[in-house]
């Protein structure tokens, strides 16, 4: 009896107190999490979840395994934060090491901070700096180059570079301004453009962006082949790896924004390996401490670490940084995450479990509301149309999506939607049978 008094007084506290990213607060419905083991989310009722959304595309190994789990433990034995500014700790520089061997390239300098905006507010402010201190300094260099429906965070930095119009509209008086290329979406593709033609069409656009304004352009940044917020678009192939060759060309640098596809999520460490490119910048989060504690990085290379350095008085010092960043816990933690791929040799295990996805994705095809099914290794998700040929979104004031994810949550499956689209994002530890009842539940919430 006093167990559902508090449940009770938990949902209302909930729906009242808490304020939750993203929701509209009046009529805000969502779970109360109170344990969880592997993929699986436990409820305050007792009801169990697959977390088909991995706790917002962070989560790698599962929750509470045991060897991140432990990591953690012995770390809170030693010490749970020293402060980044003037200190460090052995666990925070040996992972700083790791990240520079395992990053696309040799990125050989890492600057930590809490979360993934951050994380590219940071190479944004480090690009910019650069080009007032590199040998040759280039002053009219004051703008980004940004990718159509591009989501980089919520700071009204990383709003500025963004382009979903949904999220980030209400605060244009406040943003600057950005040079802005069309999104390189592989499902709706301009008239006349073939879909073997897309990487130049779009690489083209580009190119001409770049002809006009290459000397004032700090940098390009991208979300390596597919943009996670926007709906999961997904970049024709050829696209990323043009990108990074017409910023070479036309001297900008490349801010890679992996915080969602890095750390294995696309079948590769990092999706920047795909096309073989090593940009100047390579941001991670999400998935960096398994989903575990809140960190992030901002990888760099040797040339701008250079353009920083100098005597005192020259002030060439990076005047930023955060609290928590390079936190010893959150580093155990991603170090933990590290081996447990190694131990558990997850990449290898991916191409079979994002070809069981794909197989139970499959089935959906045919379903009148199913316009696209995209996947790029086990980041996937299903656009819904109200017309197929043509390719016309539902409204998306008619929540089609998330009164689809109701009907997954009632077959204990857990997705989140995007406007008209399920982003459909599995732990990577999850079974091939598991990804099954996934797909299960959606042929289920479709029907
Ligand atoms: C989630 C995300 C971010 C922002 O990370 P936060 O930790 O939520 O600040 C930035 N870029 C991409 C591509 C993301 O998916």
């Known amino acids: 009896m006093s167990k559902l008094l508090v449940a009770a007084e938990l949902r209302e506290l909930d729906r009242k107190v808490v304020w939750h990213a993203f929701s509209q607060m009046s009529s805000y419905d969502g779970l109360i999490i109170d344990s969880a083991e592997g993929c699986w989310l436990t409820d305050i009722d007792g009801k169990r979840y697959f977390d088909g959304a991995s ?17 953690i433990r012995d770390q809170l034995d030693r010490v749970a934060h020293v402060t980044n500014l003037g200190m460090s700790h052995p666990t925070t520089i040996s992972l700083a090491k790791r990240l520079v061997d395992c990053s696309p390239g040799g990125l050989g300098h890492v600057f930590f901070s809490s979360d993934g905006a951050s994380a ?7 690009a910019f700096q ?6 040759i300094p280039e002053r009219k260099r004051t703008t980004f180059l940004a990718l159509g429906c591009a989501y980089h965070g919520d700071t009204l930095g990383t709003v500025s570079v963004g382009g979903v119009s949904r999220f980030h509209a209400m605060f244009e008086p406040l943003l600057f301004p950005v040079l802005r290329g069309p999104c390189p979406d592989s499902f709706r593709l301009p008239v006349g453009i073939e879909s073997g033609q897309a990487a130049d069409y779009y690489l083209g656009e580009y190119r001409r962006i770049l002809e006009q304004h290459a000397e004032e352009i700090i940098a390009v940044i991208v979300e390596p082949l597919i943009q996670g917020a926007a709906g999961m678009l997904v970049h024709p192939p050829g696209f990323l790896g043009g990108l990074a060759k017409l910023c070479v060309e036309f001297g900008c640098l490349l801010i890679a924004d992996e915080i969602a596809v890095g750390m294995g999520r696309t079948g590769k460490m990092f999706a920047c390996e795909h096309e073989s490119v090593t940009p100047d910048f390579l941001c991670i989060g ?3 401490t398994g989903g575990y504690l809140p960190m992030s990085a901002t990888l760099t290379s040797h040339r701008i670490w250079q353009a920083f350095l100098g005597s005192h008085e020259d002030s060439r010092s990076f005047l930023h940084g955060h609290t928590y960043g390079g936190n010893p816990l959150a580093a155990a933690a991603a170090h933990a995450t590290l081996d447990v791929f190694e131990m558990e040799r997850t990449l290898k295990t991916l191409p079979a479990k994002a070809e069981v996805l794909r197989n139970g994705l499959n089935a959906l095809r045919s379903h009148p509301e199913v316009g696209d099914i995209r996947q790029v290794g086990m980041m996937a998700a299903i656009e819904l149309v109200s017309d197929k040929v043509r390719k016309t979104p539902i409204p998306w004031q008619m929540q089609r999506a998330g009164q689809v994810c109701r009907q997954v ?8 939607p995007i406007g008209n689209v399920i982003p459909i994002i599995p732990p990577l530890s999850a079974t091939e049978s598991e990804i099954e009842i996934l797909t299960n539940a959606l042929v289920f919430g479709l029907s």
């Open 130 to 135: 650069y080009w007032r201190q590199c040998p």
């Open 286 to 288: 999400k998935g960096l």
């Open 409 to 416: 949550l009632k077959k204990g499956v857990w997705l989140r």
């Open 55 to 71: 706790s917002l595309w962070c989560n790698i190994h599962g929750h509470r395994h045991p060897h991140i789990d432990q990591a």
């Open 120 to 126: 590219v507010e940071v190479a944004m402010k480090l």
